[in-house]
């Protein structure tokens, strides 16, 4: 037996409910399990994009730091190879580090146009 119910009650949610169907930002959403446990597996999914983030964040500033040291070492002693291992691993940052995730995991590259406004 299907049952279709609207409600904004989250406790009667909980103990009807197997399966919900949830509408946020214009988008419908299914869910094999009740209201709680879909706001548990939203919080969770959040928090893993953020340490995800937060690792990218910190390997390319890693990334970064290589690239400066290799400019300095280049301009110091005037090696053309450092400036262009350096030039070679700006290009990896800007290509691969450019790419964020979604809030479903997807990945996406921001256009630098935008963001600068």
Sequence with gaps: TTLLFVSHDCTFTDNVAEEILVLQDLTLEWFPGNLSAYKDTRQEHQRYLTKMKDAQTKQKAHMEESI??????????????????????????????????????GKFKLNRDIIRG
Excluded: F, H
């Design 68 to 105: 400066a040291g290799n400019i300095r070492a280049a301009k110091a002693t005037g090696d053309d190879k450092k400036l262009r291992q350096a030039a070679s691993r700006q290009k990896k940052v800007d290509e691969r580090m450019g790419y964020q995730a979604g809030i479903r995991g």
